[in-house]
């Protein structure tokens, strides 16, 4: 008798699984407040223009910033970031200021890049992609006002490195 082949399910856990990207931390401002979150589901998504997507959890308090945002910034961790990969994905804004204590320069639309990551860039908001998930997809772009830097290289933070976490949101 022949195995049954497993769910569709079970089979995208087991694939999902297996990745286990770089975090980033993005950051949005619309004037009149900041945010920021951890993100796990990222890509670069075209080569001319240069863009990159970020799909951000629709129940985040960023989220909601990052809808009425011209720009995010978009962080790198290094493994010896765990304490702000940390804070950013286990506390919200909602609650606490999400930046105190942490030094940040302003980026343009006043989106703020946090110091002392190995790389950070902002870039202008683009697109975006809401198809009744449970994370929207926003597309940015890289351009002549988009500002960045690179401090370091080295063993990025992943998704596996904060296991455990309490998300700051359910």
Not at 66 to 73: I, T, V
Not at 83 to 100: K, P
Request: aromatic share 6%; hydrophobic share 40%.
């Amino acid at each position: 008798m022949a195995e049954r082949d497993p769910a569709p399910e079970s089979v995208f856990d087991r694939l999902t699984d297996t990745l286990d990207p770089p975090l980033l931390v993005v950051t949005a401002a619309d004037g009149a407040e900041r945010a920021g979150c951890v993100v796990g589901f990222h890509s670069q998504c075209s080569l001319e223009p240069l863009r990159y997507a970020l799909w951000l959890s629709t129940v985040n308090r960023t989220y909601r910033v990052a809808l009425r945002s011209d720009y995010l910034g978009i962080h790198l961790l290094g493994v010896d970031d765990d304490g702000l990969g940390r804070w950013f994905g286990g506390h919200t804004g909602d609650e606490e200021d999400s930046f105190a204590g942490i030094g940040v320069d302003p980026g343009p639309g006043g989106v703020p890049l946090v110091r002392g990551v190995p790389g950070r860039f902002s870039a202008r908001r683009v697109a975006l992609l809401e198809a009744d998930g449970d994370h929207a997809c926003f597309v940015v772009e890289a351009g002549p006002d988009s500002i960045g830097d690179i401090a370091g290289s080295g063993p990025l933070l992943r998704v596996s490195d904060l296991s455990g976490i309490e998300p700051g949101h359910e």
